[in-house]
């Protein structure tokens, strides 16, 4: 089923960031974070870019400054992002500042729902600077955020900020 009729009127450049230790998918932890791999996982997003009309940048890093740097990048190519910053999410101001400094409208996306988890990990210091939250819905979410950043992007989604 198709999102959009016809062409896009604008094409939007999207970037998929990922961090620590999403390499593992589909073997660390399955019965948090599902059997699909980061790779099953950037195919299902290039085929909803595709059908969307958008142009998709998916990456991965172990590496904090990596994503940073990434970030950072993304200010003056990409439209928009969207951001899975795993175990860094409770703990990294730096990814912060870069989203802060980036102006980039950002969705951030967990696999699992965070609030069913333990303690230290309910608290996001990137949802900050995210226009919105995805989490608890597998690799739907990812779906999902594309979607509704390209809906922002296009003026379908009032920003609430």
Known sequence: MPFRSGPAPVSFSLLVLNGPNLNLLGTRQPEVY???????IAEMCRATADELGVELDFRQSNHEGELITWIQQA???NDGLILN???LTHTSVGLLDALLAAELPTIEVH???LH????FRRHSFTAQAA????AGLGAE???LALIALTRHLAG????TT
């Open 141 to 143: 979410g990812y779906r």
């Open 116 to 119: 069913q988890r333990e303690d």
């Open 34 to 40: 599902g059997r699909q791999t980061l790779d099953d």
């Open 131 to 134: 226009l919105g939250v995805i």
């Open 75 to 77: 200010r003056n190519l």
């Open 85 to 87: 910053p795993a175990a």
């Open 156 to 159: 379908q989604i009032a920003d």
């Open 111 to 113: 696999l699992s729902n």
